[in-house]
């Protein structure tokens, strides 16, 4: 016994577009595509920057090593945490400044 099986499929595309992102959109992005690579950056600039600072520019003041210290670890800790580059950069750039500031006066 032959039996036939006929369907009729509709076939059916759907097409998404999406709307024009903004340049910062774009840039945070493509950042947190990248965050391998940045990240290990932020950590070789940190680190070396953080240090002189603390050698050359805080030696004898707790509060200028506090400066220092804090904002660095806690950037660090945010990578370990893996949280947003956006916070990250911020905080990393907040470390920096604190510590060029410490190590020019």
Known sequence: METLI??????STIKLVKAESTTASAFW???E?????????????????G????????QDNALKIALI???TIIS????????PMRAIIYLSS???ILD??????
Do not use: E, Q, W
């Open 6 to 11: 006929t369907s009729n499929h509709t076939k």
């Open 29 to 31: 992005d493509t950042i």
């Open 33 to 49: 595509f990248n965050r391998f690579g940045i990240i290990s950056m932020l950590v070789v600039i940190l680190g070396c920057i």
């Open 51 to 58: 240090g002189i600072a603390a050698a050359y520019g805080a």
């Open 69 to 71: 210290a804090f904002p």
């Open 76 to 83: 660090l800790a945010l990578v370990l945490a893996v949280a």
């Open 94 to 96: 907040v470390a920096i």
């Open 100 to 105: 060029l500031i410490i190590l020019i006066f």
